[in-house]
């Protein structure tokens, strides 16, 4: 749904129905900005016209074939390019910032709104809706890097984050990282190459930004990742495979 509230947005999964109200699970799950500059009212509306086609329920009990997730994917430049690189291949589009999912709506054909869902809140609240091994890939670029020490919890890729992947993802499909922070790359590369089930594949395998691969040529470009380049600073991408648990 979209919303209008900003700031912390606390979890409403009914798995955590019987969480106890003090327990470390309530807290936020989403720190970010929800909402930009005030868009045109006729905009707005027929974004939501557009996403009553994009809803993620539209697939419960038959998901595509071959279904990938992108979590927090900014205005959606790579979603709709990657779409138009994988005509066999379905989407579920994460992105809890407004303007974001309106400018992707906006970029998109409608004819892709049938390989596409997006899911316009945080991605903890869209777990419950998903089976399990339903997923071929998730892409993850440029997560936000929540640069003080202090709020590395923030991040997104946390051991429980990688458990839940791993539950949604099918065995021997993907998880697709990149970000230019070299903090968050540590971390994230950290918590990877300690999880059970994600087994390090092509790409960064450390921080040494000498050790890292081109940006694969067949893969699209973000807006973060342009970014980054047109400063001249060193992106890393990681593939990772999940294995039969
Ligand atoms: C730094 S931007 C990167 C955007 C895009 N992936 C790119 O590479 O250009 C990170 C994005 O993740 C989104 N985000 C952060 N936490 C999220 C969450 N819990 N659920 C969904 N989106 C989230 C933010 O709103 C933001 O748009």
New binding site residues.
Partial sequence: MLCDGDGP?MHHSPILGSVPEHSPLRKP??????KGRVLPKTLYQHTLDRLKNLDVNKWRGQWPKELWL??????G??LNQWLVQHPQRSIIG????IN?VIHCVQGMPESFEERCAI?S??????WPSLSPSCLDGV???????WRKRRHAGRR?VQPTFLDLCAHYVKPGGVLHF?SDHPGLIEHTLGILHQHPHWQYIDGARTTDSAHWPQWPAHWPS??????AVAQHIPCAFSIWQLQPI
């Fill in positions: 947005h799950v989403f720190y970010g900005r929800r992108e979590i927090g994917f900014g205005s430049e790579h994460v992105e809890a910032f974001g899911f809140d945080p991605v903890q609240e869209l892409i993850l670029f440029f997560p936000d890097p997104m990149a973000s807006r973060y990742r342009d970014k």
